[in-house]
């Protein structure tokens, strides 16, 4: 995590994980970018995150980079909680529901 903080564009590292495979270490690891960027530039910068990975972390063979566009929009798609979202939720709530609850208690 420390080293991908080096890079500016970098606003977080939601998940790292590390596979020793074949005698070499292998990370995987999802950063979280502005989603204004374009898809270019957000490749760019996952690029450069597994160049640095791989140069800077000894006995990394090789780094697998995914993108998370960092949103603050919890509430307002009523979709899954990610990363950011959960941290949202905790201050405002849950969403807003889209329909009925899916169980009932039925009076008797």
Same mark, same amino acid.
């Given at each position: 995590?420390?080293?991908?903080?080096?890079?500016? *564009? #970098?606003? &977080? $590292?939601? !998940?790292?994980?590390? +596979?020793?495979?074949?005698?070499?270490?292998?990370?995987?690891?999802?950063?979280?970018?502005?989603?204004?960027?374009?898809?270019?530039?957000?490749?760019?910068?996952?690029?450069?995150?597994?160049?640095?990975?791989?140069? *800077? #972390?000894? &006995? $990394?063979? !090789?780094?697998?980079? +995914?993108?998370?566009?960092?949103?603050?929009?919890?509430?307002?798609?009523?979709?899954?909680?990610?990363?950011?979202?959960?941290?949202?939720?905790?201050?405002?709530?849950?969403?807003?529901?889209?329909?009925?609850?899916?169980?009932?208690?039925?009076?008797?």
């Amino acid at each position: 995590r420390g080293v991908l903080q080096r890079l500016a *564009e #970098v606003r &977080g $590292v939601a !998940h790292v994980a590390v +596979h020793y495979l074949g005698g070499g270490i292998q990370v995987r690891c999802e950063i979280m970018l502005d989603p204004e960027l374009q898809i270019k530039q957000a490749n760019m910068i996952a690029r450069q995150a597994r160049k640095l990975i791989e140069s *800077e #972390v000894e &006995g $990394v063979s !090789h780094a697998d980079i +995914h993108l998370e566009l960092q949103d603050d929009c919890f509430g307002e798609c009523g979709e899954a909680v990610g990363p950011i979202c959960a941290a949202s939720f905790k201050l405002t709530g849950p969403p807003p529901t889209r329909g009925p609850p899916m169980f009932s208690r039925r009076g008797g």
